[in-house]
């Protein structure tokens, strides 16, 4: 199984900051990540596939990146419905499996 | 529109059975790469099963011989049976949906989850 690893697992920023997370898969997977962001009580909501590729409805201020091994997810100027957990996935083969989640909470 | 609605969930003991069922509407069941999620308290999200269009499963090594995962195409739904069920197996169900087609398996379609509790 490939395993997905993001870090940080949490990160403080106030609105307006930019951030980044990162997500390292234990095997090459081309660009076949997805990112999801999940606020609590609610289910996950895609925001990227293909790596870099932004799903319809979300907003310009996510970018995601990388290819291979190393990938990024990155919000440019961080927004009060932002802070929730983020999550990156493999999507090349089954069992699909994420990475642990990152947090983002308000400084 | 597109809309996934999972229902069965519920208190268990351990070592019983549940049936999972998610309504889809919007698309056809048969046509998509549909799957069960899922989240146990405070944790991260873990992949479960897969039902491929062409009908062909794959389940996670946690459940399988355990849990199986079909569809009704006459219904429209997807369904999780879950036997044997253990107090790790404690939490929300998600159903996902892979777009058809597509050349990589990511979810774009999420139902709101159904929560499964095992305890005595």
């Known amino acids: 199984d490939i395993q997905m690893t993001q870090s940080p697992s949490s990160v403080s920023a106030s609105v307006g900051d930019r951030v980044t997370i990162t997500c390292r898969a234990s095997?090459?997977?081309?660009?076949?990540l997805a990112w999801y962001q999940q606020k609590p009580g609610k289910a996950p909501k895609l925001l990227i596939y293909?790596?870099?590729s932004l799903q319809s409805g979300v907003p310009s201020r996510f970018s995601g990146g990388g290819s291979g091994t190393d990938f990024t997810l990155t919000i440019s100027s961080l927004q009060p419905e932002d802070f929730a957990t983020y999550y990156c996935?493999?999507?090349?083969?089954?069992?699909?499996?994420f990475g642990g989640g990152t947090k983002v909470e308000i400084k | 529109e597109v809309q996934l609605v999972e229902s069965g969930g519920g208190l268990i003991q351990p070592g019983g059975s549940l049936r999972l069922s998610c309504a889809v509407s919007g698309f056809n069941v048969s046509s998509n790469y549909m799957n069960w999620v899922r989240q146990a308290p405070g944790k991260g999200l873990e992949w479960v099963a897969v039902l491929y269009s062409g009908g062909s499963t794959y389940h996670a090594d946690s459940v399988r011989g355990r849990f199986t995962i079909s569809r009704d195409n006459s219904k429209n739904t997807l369904f999780l049976q879950m036997n044997s069920l253990r107090a790790d197996d404690t939490a929300v169900y998600y159903c996902s949906s892979v777009p058809g087609l597509s050349l990589s398996y990511y979810m774009d379609v999420w139902g709101k989850g159904t929560t499964v509790t095992v305890s005595s």
């Open positions: 095997q090459r997977i081309s660009s076949w």
């Open positions: 996935q493999q999507a090349t083969s089954f069992p699909l499996t």
């Open positions: 293909a790596a870099s």
